[in-house]
C-alpha cells in the first residue's frame, strides 16, 4: 500500500467506514445474481440510507458513479475492498470456547472473503483438544503469530476475565480486538477495541421504541393489547 492510499484511508470518517462492509455486502450480492452496474439509488435503498449519503460516502473513496449508468460493480468493490485493508487475509483468533465463542467459530459470516478463523483458544484442560466447527481447540500457548501477519482477537469469554484475555492477546502481539464481554477493556494507545455489548444494544432499542411512541403510542399500543 502507497503512502498515498494509507493517507487516504486515515482521511476516511469512521461514520462512512461503518457502512463500507454493508455497501460491499450488498455489491457482492448483485455481483452473485449477475448485475455489473448498479444505480446510486439501489444501491442506498439495499444498503438502508440515502442516496445522498451514500454518493457522499463514495467521494471519500474517491469513487463516483456515472450519470444514467451508475457505478460499475466490480470496480466499486474493489474500492471498498482496498480501503477496508481486504486485499490481505486476516487471521482471527477466538478466546473463549463456552457457548458464545462455538456460536462464532461455527458462524460462516466471518469466513468471508479476507478473514480466517486460525486459533479457537480456551485454557480448561477440559477443552483443549476437542472439535469445534471441525477445528481444534488449543491452549492460548499456541497463539503464536507470524511475523507480519495481521491478526484480529475476539474475545467471548465472561466478563471478569476479559481484561486478562485482552492482555494476553496484546502480549502475543495481537493490535485489534472485537469484545464481545460486557466489560470496558484497558488497552495501550495503538490497541483498536470494538465492543460488542446485546444487552446495551437492547437498552438503546428500548429507549429509542419508547421515545418514539411517546405517551399517545403507548396508550394505543396498550388498547390493542387489552
Known sequence: MSTEQAAARRDIPDATVNRLPVYLRVLREVAT???????????????????????????????????????DVATLAGHITGALGLERQWAVAIVGMGNLGRALATYGGIGV??????????????????????????????????????????????????????DRLIAAGVRSILNFAPAVLTVPYDVQVRGVDMATELQILAFREQNARGPQGDREMKELMA
Open 113 to 166: 472473503k479476507g478473514f480466517e478463523i486460525k486459533w479457537l483458544i480456551d485454557d480448561d484442560p477440559r477443552v483443549v483438544g476437542s472439535v469445534v466447527g471441525g477445528q481444534k481447540v488449543v491452549h492460548f500457548d499456541a497463539l503464536v503469530p507470524q511475523v507480519d501477519e495481521g491478526v484480529i482477537g475476539v474475545i467471548a469469554t465472561p466478563a471478569p476475565s476479559a481484561q486478562q484475555v485482552a
Open 33 to 71: 445474481d449477475g448485475h455489473t452496474t448498479i444505480s446510486s439509488e439501489t444501491l442506498a435503498e439495499q444498503s438502508g440510507v440515502s442516496s445522498a449519503k451514500l454518493r457522499k460516502d463514495l467521494s471519500a473513496l474517491g469513487s463516483y458513479g456515472v450519470r444514467g449508468v451508475g457505478y
